[in-house]
């Protein structure tokens, strides 16, 4: 029996199977994101559903496109029985491209089962025709339908998974290109099946009377373009939603570890710690095991970070992080609280010496170096130790605590750790009240400068004189300069008291002179974390000038250990205070790691001889005196004057003139002056001369 085709529908087949198709790869991409099983199974039943009548109505517009010189129509029950195919096939196609492989050996496999199952619709539609006689299929042309159906549902998955990451380039032309021969693989499917289809002469449709041809192929064609919109839509629209919750989520975690987590080193900061300490006395009150508070500060890191710069202070943290976490077991915490604080939590504890040899080995580690990017550099802790339950019984005793016993090792010589004990409380207690003293002081005139003379070697009148600084509270009383100057050096107050003590320096000066009594050199003493200002020397002689003393009374003493920390820079430093007009002296000498070639480059006016040295005149005998011979032939050498400090007993004296020292002090000759009590003493001088 002669068959004929409408080209119009066989062209609208060819463009519903391409629709199909780029829905079916676009659903792959988005059902293959979703991380909830239930959402997943959802989008896999609506894929297959959309799907599946995609296919089955390209298949039933390609057989209305089909007639033949009878009237035809469609059981509608079959028909339904070849949808259900379709939507099932479908469903696997779907749940293969959505996993996260897609291996050969199953590609094949999944490739076999989807074609037999598009073939079975396909052959399913058709016998809803009911022709009598049955149709009969050429073998060859049924045979290449089926293999066409399994080489196209083959490609089909193969496609599919390769293009479900909707992140790859261009996915989207892709995806287009793709649906174009995909569509035309499945349509080729269906029109050689259909071209195999042999109709007997006579043949008569059993279902003529049933579902009305030109009616089934509107509501197919409107329902079907319909369908594979919506879900594309609806695909488009949840890709879009779940973009912008995954973003939002994504957001929320970023809140979340700021909140938790230091940004610098990655570790946890001050939120986090609390809670895992309050877990651990939780846990600590089950089991009977206790815990310890490793309380960390390095030392000498603000000179550090100040003098190399936040960059390279950031670069130290983060180097000391990591080899602090090399250094504690899996189950501790490590945590930064901020700035160059850290705390390990040592959880179930057997007993305190475990603690002692964690800290020991954090020690041990340290003294190794740790590696920044530009060089290995020692940076050392000093370390206070708090146990649970003896040393406290909530996170803020525990910190508190263990930072006492921190402070406690820095004032123990650094770089060592300490257990807490009740008398540091004490000491912590006393440091808080010092710190609260230093910020009222020099509003309320709490501060005050003694002078302690310095006389000649060969003639024993008065030199010049060190400026001495003291604190005098009245709740705390008269403090010496080591009580509260180390804590005004952590807490920075040292920079605004150092040019108070300039100020104050040059206003005794111009007291003096106008008391008609001889000028005077006095010297003053800079800390670490001066030095480290980058406005020194700009401020000091703002200060100076002001003040109307010529910048020749005012000399400036700086530690060995201090000028050596970066002694390019102190070289610079000394030049600019020497341009200037100020003097500089290095204080201390002897006791730190002076480079010779960089002494010669200071170029200095003084060296102070450390009283370590001065007391060996009498301790040490002929070696004492060999070495401070010799720091005074090197002094010489270099055109610098010498100065020996803590001069205690006449054979010291008597020694140090022998030796031709320039200038000496110490309680023998005179010690610290009140400034009226100074003025007294040049007063004597000058009348005895």
């Not at 379709?86 to 074609?115: C, D, E, N, W």
């Not at 549902?153 to 990451?165: P, Q």
């Not at 111009?510 to 974390?529: C, D, F, Q, T, Y």
Request: proline share 3%; hydrophobic share 45%.
């Amino acid at each position: 029996m002669q068959s004929t085709y409408n080209l119009g529908l066989v062209v609208v087949s060819l463009a519903v199977a391409t629709l199909a198709s780029y829905t079916a790869l676009d659903l792959a991409g988005r059902i293959s994101t979703m991380a909830s099983a239930r959402l997943r199974h959802l989008w896999l039943a609506g894929g297959a559903a959309a799907m599946g009548t995609g296919v089955w109505s390209m298949h039933f517009i390609g057989m209305l496109a089909f007639s033949l010189p009878i009237p035809l129509g469609y059981d509608l029950a079959i028909t339904g029985c070849s949808l259900g195919i379709a939507m099932i096939v479908s469903y696997f196609a779907l749940h293969q491209v959505a996993r996260p492989t897609l291996p050969i050996k199953r590609l094949v496999t999944g490739g076999v089962l989807m074609g037999f199952g598009i073939a079975g619709m396909h052959y399913t539609g058709m016998a809803a025709m009911r022709m009598e006689p049955g149709i009969r299929y050429r073998p060859g042309l049924f045979a290449a339908s089926i293999a066409i159906a399994i080489a196209a549902s083959i490609a089909a998955l193969w496609i599919a998974h390769t293009l479900r990451d909707s992140n790859q380039h261009r996915v989207l032309l892709k995806r287009l290109g793709a649906a174009c021969v995909m569509g035309l693989a499945i349509t080729g499917m269906h029109y050689t099946g259909m071209a195999a289809a042999d109709f007997q002469p006579g043949s008569i449709c059993g279902a003529a009377r049933g579902v009305n041809a030109q009616w089934l192929a509107t509501t197919i064609l409107l329902f079907t373009f319909a369908i594979l919109i919506v879900t594309l839509i609806l695909s488009r629209f949840d890709a879009r939603t779940t973009f912008l919750a995954g973003s939002v989520s994504l957001l929320n975690n970023q809140i979340v570890r700021l909140a938790t987590y230091d940004t610098l080193t990655n570790l946890p900061n001050r939120v986090t710690l609390t809670e895992r300490i309050e877990h651990a006395i939780r846990t600590s009150k089950l089991n009977g095991r206790g815990f310890a508070i490793l309380f960390m500060d390095l030392d000498g890191f603000k000179t550090i970070n100040d003098s190399l710069g936040h960059a390279f202070g950031d670069e130290v943290l983060k180097s000391f992080s990591h080899s602090l976490r090399q250094c504690v077991r899996n189950v501790d915490t490590v945590a930064r609280l901020g700035g160059d604080e850290f705390v390990v939590l040592a959880e179930s504890l057997g007993a305190p010496q475990d603690a002692q040899k964690m800290a020991e080995a954090v020690l041990d580690r340290m003294r190794k170096g740790i590696e920044t990017q530009s060089q290995t550099l020692q940076v050392m802790p000093s370390i206070g130790i708090a146990l649970y339950p003896q040393d406290g019984h909530s996170v803020d005793e525990l910190l508190k605590h263990a930072d006492a016993a921190m402070y406690e090792a820095k004032r123990g010589g650094r770089s060592t750790y300490r257990f807490f004990e009740a008398h540091m409380n004490e000491a912590a207690m006393r440091t808080l009240k010092i710190q609260s003293a230093l910020h009222e002081a020099l509003g309320k005139g709490y501060f005050s400068l003694h002078f302690q003379p310095k006389f000649r070697g060969d003639s024993g009148e008065v030199a010049g004189a060190e400026a001495l600084i003291r604190l005098n509270h009245p709740e705390i009383g008269a403090l010496a300069p080591m009580d509260f100057i180390p804590i005004a050096e952590r807490s920075g107050q040292i920079v605004q008291i150092g040019y108070w003590v300039v100020r104050e320096t040059c206003r005794q000066i111009r007291r003096w002179e106008a008391s008609g009594l001889p000028s005077m050199k006095v010297a003053i003493n800079l800390s670490p974390r001066q030095m480290t200002q980058p406005d020194l020397v700009a401020k000091t002689l703002e200060i100076v000038h002001a003040e109307g003393v010529d910048c020749s009374q005012v000399m400036f003493e700086i530690t060995e250990t201090v000028a050596m920390q970066d002694a390019a820079k102190t070289t610079e430093m000394i030049r600019e205070f020497q341009a200037s007009g100020f003097e500089i002296s290095i204080d201390d000498f002897g006791t730190g790691y002076s480079s010779l070639a960089y002494l010669q480059r200071f170029r200095v006016k003084q060296l102070k001889i450390d009283r370590f040295f001065t007391n060996g005149l009498d301790a040490d005998g002929h070696e004492g005196s060999a070495i401070v011979q010799a720091i005074i032939a090197l002094a010489h050498s270099l055109e610098m004057d010498v100065v020996a400090e803590g001069v205690e007993t006449a054979s010291q004296l008597d020694k140090l003139k022998d030796l031709q020292c320039d200038e000496m002090q110490g309680f023998l000759l005179g010690r610290p002056l009140t400034a009226d009590a100074f003025s007294e003493l040049l007063q004597a001088r000058v009348t005895a001369a």
